[in-house]
């Protein structure tokens, strides 16, 4: 019996789902539709109509798609003859007789703009200039990924992807957040490392030999890289990717930065000669250039693959509304990607609102960038942020006085850029958006 298109996807969804499986991402749905159809469209096609580069479909998405198929029938599947072994395999079975206690998955439902975007989520835009070259980069023996964009700009759902990647190959993958570490962890070198040693063995599912590695008279920095080398990697036979988020955090702390970056620039090296070195692979995520003095042969940051993430352009914006579900014009679309410089934070959180709310954007806008619009805890959140040091203050209440770029100190410029305040512009700065010169205009004339 033939089965219709949406209970072919939902068989095959319920199948992948009760073999323990995954469930299938928005994209991968999307390829599997369109392999279904009589008209089939190219890969090229689907990556220009849902914001993927088609790199990323032909060479990963669509290949371990059609595996994951062919696993479960037990036949290899193709894009071309898909519809016809899914229909033999599935075109008998009911999915309540055949997974009884399986119930499919519900409509795809608004999710909290916080935060990282879930890995299925289909409210994630891929970069697409970017993303696969990182894909392919993380597998390279004594790869380093540095991945730099201001507050809330899309890099610790970008990092979560590479990693969830990385795994899919087999690779062990390692996540710390500096965010998350303790004060106490930052008032020395050695405290840092034994934090570092200790997450990093506990994240690996192994034993702490930390005591039996540590010796104070050799010292923190060579402590830990013999703990690494004689004990971690040793244990581990499988690719390692460690993943070092919000890595400006070390900045406010000079002296221990040096040592660490240093540290991290020296285990890179050494994945080139040691054996064991060459299983460990890096990604280095922060929001600003460094601005502490650093010598350029002890900084991670002039080495490996760097990737800069930038605001959404107009039609990732366009993209991003349709899956929201959202009919606007151009010139609404237009409107909205200017006033919050195309922040996919910011960019998301309206979209949610209008969903969610039933308020159309025009509406929605009119108030954005007051104390009571939909932005109200973002721009408290950075107006606090921006209040910690006074300096700051003064430096923005500078930039946004006037419509001409200016240049500013340097470091002021890193920090409020690290914040998503500024854009910077060869020795000059200007504000990132029209919604953070219009708030803070009003709120700082106040000081």
Partial sequence: MVKSLEELLGLTEALVIAKGKNPLSYIQKIILTEALLETKKTYDQIAEENGYSPSYLKNGVAP??????????????????????????????????????????????????????????????????????????????????????????????????????????????????????????????????????????????????????????????VSSSLYFQGYLLEKIQQPIVLALDEVNQLFEYPSLARDILALLRSWHEETRDISNWQ????????????????????????????????????????????????????????????????????????????????IPLPELLEQANTDIGIYSDHLHEQLWLLQQDPNLVTAYQQIISTTHPIKIEQVKAFKLKSMGLVHIHGNQVIPSCELYRQYFQECLSEV
Avoid at 196 to 205: E, F, K, P, S
Avoid at 317 to 326: A, D, M, N, P, T
Avoid at 333 to 338: H, M, Y
């Fill in 64 to 221: 371990h798609l059609w595996q994951l198929l062919s696993d479960l029938v037990g036949e290899k599947v193709t894009k071309a003859n898909c519809r016809c072994l899914l229909d033999r395999e599935l075109g008998t079975k009911i999915i309540p007789n055949v997974f009884p206690e399986l119930v499919l998955p519900k409509p795809i439902s608004l999710e909290s703009p916080e935060g990282q975007v879930p890995l299925n989520s289909i409210f994630y835009i891929e970069r697409s200039s970017s993303e696969p070259m990182c894909y392919q980069e993380i597998k390279n023996q004594g790869a380093l990924l540095r991945i730099k964009a201001p507050r809330k700009m899309g890099k610790t759902s970008l990092m979560a992807r590479i990693l969830d990647d990385a795994q899919q190959h087999g690779y062990y993958s390692v996540r710390l957040s500096l965010h998350l570490a303790s004060s106490l962890v930052f008032t020395s070198t050695e405290k840092f490392l034994r934090w570092l040693c200790a997450n990093v063995t506990q994240q690996l599912g192994l034993e702490s030999e930390l005591d039996e590695f540590w010796d104070e008279d050799v010292g923190a920095l």
């Fill in 279 to 358: 299983k460990l692979r890096f990604v280095i995520v922060y929001s600003t250039d460094i601005y502490i003095p650093l010598d350029t042969n002890k900084s991670p940051f002039n080495v490996g693959l760097g990737i800069d993430l930038y605001p959404f352009n107009l039609d990732q914006v366009k993209i991003l509304s349709q899956r929201y579900g959202l009919r606007l014009t151009d010139q609404e679309l237009k409107r909205l990607t200017e006033f919050v410089g195309g922040f996919p934070y910011l960019v998301r959180l309206a979209f949610d609102h209008c969903v969610r709310r039933n």
